[in-house]
């Protein structure tokens, strides 16, 4: 995964301590609400939305339209928070350790076919949303809580 140089230049000066950083994930989906955006990760070669690290001093919504126009090449707007939550410590191959605050947006397709337009994914494609690809439970219930129609953003206690 492409690393921002931002936390290449944090890790020159701490190692490989915990990195607390703020993240996001865009659910995209089409105007009919049909379809879902996801991209297949290079990594482990699982299918999910585009996620993110927030660069410092931008926006969460404007990152969340920045990956996903950087990952899947196309181009889409942000309508709401639908959740924000604490992900579990990661150890990357490299020994570097982070953990990131998942801020997740709904955001609605503007143009452009998905293709993978970065080296983090092999594939970008809409699935229809009654046949999702497999993904993991916090992408499952993000995805839920898009589909829900609820405005409210959902926190954890």
């Known amino acids: 995964m492409a690393t921002p140089d931002f936390v290449l230049a944090l890790r020159e000066k701490l190692g490989h301590e915990l990195l607390w950083l703020p993240g996001v994930t865009a659910i995209v989906l089409d105007r009919e609400r049909a379809r879902m955006l996801a991209v297949r990760r290079a990594d482990n070669g699982a299918w999910t939305p585009v996620t993110g690290i927030i660069d410092p001093g931008e926006e969460p919504a404007t990152a969340a339209v920045r990956e996903v126009a950087e990952e899947a090449g196309v181009d889409c707007t942000p309508l709401r928070l639908l959740d924000v939550r604490t992900l ?40 229809p949303i009654s046949e999702p690809p497999a993904l993991n439970t916090r992408f499952t219930q993000q995805l839920q809580l898009a589909l829900a129609g609820d405005l409210s953003a959902r926190f954890r206690a």
């Open 88 to 127: 579990p410590p990661v150890t990357y191959p490299n020994e570097d350790r982070a953990q990131y605050l998942d801020l997740c947006f709904l955001c609605e397709h503007t143009g452009g076919e998905p293709f993978p337009a970065d080296g983090e994914n092999t594939e970008a494609r809409w699935f």
